[in-house]
């Protein structure tokens, strides 16, 4: 297997108030659900960003990107194929959706980009698009490399806020 799986957690977590890839679903944290939902289809799983994780590429405050670019970075250093990621803030995944992301890459989820089936190739793609200044949603630079959008089957838990953490 050579995909490498990568929780993202650089985020500012302004709207949650603290950082929630600490934040505690059941007894574990959200970084934690998240990497055990990628988990079965990766050969290793990295978070990055953060103080704990690999760095963001070429810097921090980039958004999803630069965590996306850091973990191409990674895994072409590493000799893995593609990347999975996922955010931390995504602690449950409906059934059947890592699967169909797995068919084709790349893809990502069209209702949460920043879940995706990245090949470590586009890593120098990335940084281009990045220090061109380019749009740096991730929907914008998923069409520039012509990923393929997996529709969910059912909504995804996104964790934004203290509310949606104690919703689920």
């Known amino acids: ?22 934040a505690m679903l059941a007894g574990d944290s959200l970084a934690s659900h998240a990497r ?14 953060g103080a704990d994780g690999i ?18 970075d ?13 955010g931390c803030d995504m602690p449950r995944l409906p059934d059947g ?3 169909a992301l797995m068919r084709r890459e790349p893809s990502y989820c069209a209702d949460a980009p920043v879940l995706g089936l990245w090949p470590a190739a586009l890593g120098a793609h990335l940084m281009a698009h ?3 200044g380019h749009d740096r949603s991730m ?7 012509g990923a393929i959008p997996i529709a969910s089957p059912h909504p995804i838990a996104n964790v934004n806020t203290p509310a949606d953490l104690a919703a689920l």
């Open 1 to 22: 297997m050579s995909i490498l799986g990568a929780v993202l957690t650089g985020g500012r977590s302004s709207r949650f108030g603290s950082n929630k890839a600490f």
């Open 36 to 49: 055990a939902a990628i988990r079965p289809y990766c050969a290793e799983v990295i978070q990055v960003g």
């Open 55 to 72: 760095p963001d590429q070429p810097e921090p405050g980039l958004g999803p990107l630069g965590g996306i670019a850091g973990a191409l």
């Open 74 to 86: 990674y895994a072409a250093a590493h000799g893995f194929r593609c990347v999975l990621t996922i």
């Open 97 to 99: 959706l890592i699967e």
């Open 130 to 132: 990045l220090s061109l």
């Open 139 to 145: 929907r914008g630079w998923a069409r520039a490399i």
